[in-house]
């Protein structure tokens, strides 16, 4: 079997780069994808350049394979044939027991598939079987494209949702803000001049205006409409 492993391992040395290939980042996205400090909790907004660079870097994460071809776990094997001491089986017997693993752990992708058998071999005497590998695998940590596809995918939401917010020139000044309010009457005009009373009753001020869609967006940046539309009771009701 060390013999056919040490074939496999001459055949794929001109392969052993997969297909798929980490992307690349520059600059301040580089930083903030590849560092391994968390993500500041106030994220910042990506220009038009590192938005496009963050998209086509995500599209790359998200197609990575999820599974292992029969090539990946060949490497796989002839690594764990270095770490032990030759078997001494027929060609027969190692192309049928290659088939087998190639089989059995192709679900698993290759990144992970090839640090769990390293990690069984560091603590295992023996040739690990299967599920030996695959216990190893499965205990691994998520790798670190997996971490940088959820990094990318959260600066790439945060200027989606910078981009739908009121821009702060237009939303109103404080002076702005209290002429709606004393406009508006009621218990808004009373919020917001302390000294004046309180109505009393049921509705004596039954002349006073409701605030509109426009006040909402102009004082505080948010449209009624929508924050209605994503709450599912609001709409029922």
């Known amino acids: 079997m060390a013999n056919e492993l040490s074939t496999v391992d001459q055949r794929t040395a001109v392969t052993t780069s997969p297909r798929w290939q980490e992307p690349s980042l520059n600059g301040r996205l580089a930083d903030l994808v590849l560092g391994s400090d968390p993500l500041p909790t106030q994220l910042p907004v990506l220009t038009d350049d590192e938005l496009a660079d963050a998209e086509q870097a995500l599209a790359v994460y998200r197609a990575a394979p999820r599974t292992s071809s029969p090539r990946a776990v060949d490497r796989v094997m002839a690594k764990l044939v270095v770490a032990y001491p030759a078997a001494k089986v027929s060609v027969e017997e190692a192309n049928a027991r290659l088939d087998v693993y190639a089989e059995q752990l192709s679900d698993i992708p290759a990144d992970v598939l090839m640090a769990g058998a390293m990690a069984a071999a560091r603590t295992m005497k023996f040739f690990p079987s299967i599920s030996e590998i695959r216990t190893a695998a499965l205990n691994q940590p998520a790798p670190p494209r997996i971490q940088r596809q959820w990094r990318l995918s959260q600066l790439v939401e945060a200027r989606a949702r910078r981009a739908t917010e009121v ?15 004393a406009g508006l009457g009621g218990r808004f005009a009373s919020a917001a001049d302390p000294s004046r009373p309180k109505p009393q009753g049921k509705n004596p001020e039954r002349g006073a205006r ?12 948010v449209d009624p409409g929508d924050a209605i539309a994503d709450d599912p009771e609001q709409m029922a009701a």
Not at 167 to 181: G, L, T
Not at 210 to 221: A, I, L, N, Q, T
């Open 167 to 181: 821009p702060v020139a237009e939303r109103c000044r404080p002076e702005e803000a209290a002429e709606i309010v």
């Open 210 to 221: 409701m605030p509109s869609r426009e006040d909402y967006v102009r004082m505080f940046g």
